[in-house]
């Protein structure tokens, strides 16, 4: 009897592992790609694209704020600042808001530990204190790992990280940081930059009629 001849298996041909490393690059392709959608984020240009939460805690969007200019700024309440800011902040809010302008306020405790306040209190203090009627939102961190995405946007955009309390971001309708400012600098210095912003924004909206 003739032994037993030990024939190739047609798998294990050169065909098949042509196929074999074909079919793991188009599986590592793939799974490059879902890893990518999950967690690479596209990235974000304008600060009205992101969502925060309000004094209450509930989600709201920026959205909302789009096609306006707008004075972002981080505001605490036992500060030597708080009173001339908070009044300062007041006048330009009143006397800009109708031409589409909005003073943002997000509330920090990471200067001088300066705003321990829950964020409801926060609101009601400045309201009873300063006659508030800008958005005060839920309180929030500026630095550090587990800092404000909208904020550090404004931080990312400018290359001007808040030292303090009451740093000032100027936004303009398409979301962009235009200008910045310290939390000493005056109102004086403030408003014509602000309307300034504002005539530029009327007179786009004229010319796109």
Not at 113 to 123: A, H, I, N, Y
Request: aromatic residues 12%; proline residues 7%; hydrophobic residues 45%.
């Amino acid at each position: 009897m003739e032994p037993l001849t030990a024939y190739p298996l047609r798998c294990s041909g050169p065909k098949a592992k042509v196929f074999a490393v074909l079919l793991s690059m188009v599986l590592c392709t793939v799974m490059l790609f879902l890893l990518q959608l999950k967690f690479l984020k596209p990235k974000i240009n304008s600060f009205y694209a992101f969502e925060v939460k309000d004094a209450k805690g509930r989600t709201v969007s920026l959205e909302k704020f789009k096609g306006k200019v707008a004075l972002v700024v981080n505001v605490a309440s036992d500060c030597q600042l708080t009173d001339r800011n908070y009044l300062a902040l007041q006048e330009l809010h009143k006397e800009f808001g109708p031409f589409h302008f909005s003073v943002l306020a997000f509330p920090c405790n990471q200067f001088g530990e300066s705003e321990p306040r829950p964020s409801k209190e926060v609101v009601s203090f400045a309201r009873n204190n300063y006659g508030v009627t800008f958005p005060i939102f839920h309180k929030i961190k500026i630095l550090g790992s587990e800092a404000e995405p909208a904020f550090r946007f404004l931080v990312d955009s400018s290359k001007k990280e808040p030292r303090w309390n009451f740093w000032k971001y100027l936004v303009n309708p398409e979301g962009q940081v235009v200008k910045t400012w310290r939390p000493e600098e005056p109102i004086e210095v403030i408003r014509p930059e602000i309307a300034a912003l504002i005539r530029q924004m009327i007179i786009k909206k004229k010319e796109d009629l």
